[in-house]
Antibody, heavy 123, light 109 residues
Framework: EVQLVESGGGLVQPGGSLRLSCAAS????????LHWVRQVPGKGLVWVSGFESDGSTTISADSVKGRFTTSRDNAKNTLYLQMNSLRAEDTAVYYC????????????????WGRGTLVTVSS | SSELTQDPAVSVALGQTVRITCHGDSLRTYYANWYQQKPGQAPILVIY???NRPSGIPDRLSGSSSGNTASLTVTGAQAEDEADYYC????????????FGGGTKLTVL
């Protein structure tokens, strides 16, 4: 089955760190672009960061730039989101989502989403 | 960076037709995509590009666009269409960011 499964969420104190994982199954993760999207419970979707091309291109929202970094382990078919200097406003469900790099402008879309993992930043 | 604007809530009578709209400058460069999210579930792609549906999405959902506005139309709304709908596209300001609309809560009466 083609799917993405996030893990690693939990409770962390402000200023702390957490690493989220996004494991792919049914396809080769390195052939796709992967992004992180978060959602505060009861609120809307907010884009966080993206890992594109051959892994040399990482893009991040201004709100997380310098604090969050994305990496990939091709052998484990897994994407990671390292979150440092966490703040209360980072509390959200974090989803990873896939983009097929073969699509060309004006097309661009997330064709597969994981179920998400909840991160709670609180003392 | 770009923004996408949606009405927060829309309602429709069972079996009737409803349109959900999304406005934003990025839609002049990229097609809007639409995602459906039900309570406690992850979003799923329902419309992408000009008017394309992934496998398994009913044809009563359709998309259209003109200028900086995209629309999702539900023709003959069913109870199972009640959900939050989000539009999204790539940011067209050159930073390769991604933008989402604030979401529209669709209630089927």
């Amino acid at each position: 089955e083609v799917q993405l499964v996030e893990s690693g969420g939990g409770l962390v104190q402000p200023g702390g760190s957490l690493r989220l994982s996004c494991a792919a199954s049914g396809f080769t993760l390195s052939r796709y672009w992967l992004h992180w999207v978060r959602q505060v419970p009861g609120k809307g979707l907010v884009w966080v960061s993206g890992f594109e091309s051959d892994g040399s291109t990482t893009i991040s929202a201004d709100s997380v730039k310098g604090r969050f970094t994305t990496s990939r382990d091709n052998a484990k078919n897994t994407l990671y989101l390292q979150m440092n200097s966490l703040r209360a406003e980072d509390t959200a469900v974090y989803y990873c989502a896939r983009v097929d790099p073969r699509v060309r402008r004006p097309y661009w879309y997330f064709d597969l989403w994981g179920r998400g993992t909840l991160v709670t930043v609180s003392s | 960076s770009s923004e996408l604007t949606q009405d927060p809530a829309v309602s429709v009578a069972l079996g009737q037709t409803v349109r959900i709209t999304c406005h934003g400058d990025s839609l002049r460069t990229y097609y809007a995509n639409w995602y459906q999210q039900k309570p406690g579930q992850a979003p799923i792609l329902v419309i992408y590009g000009k008017n394309n549906r992934p496998s398994g999405i009913p044809d009563r959902l359709s998309g259209s666009s003109s200028g900086n506005t995209a629309s999702l139309t539900v023709t003959g709304a069913q109870a199972e269409d009640e959900a939050d709908y989000y539009c999204n596209s790539r940011d067209n300001s050159g930073n390769f960011h991604v933008v989402f609309g604030g979401g529209t809560k669709l209630t089927v009466l």
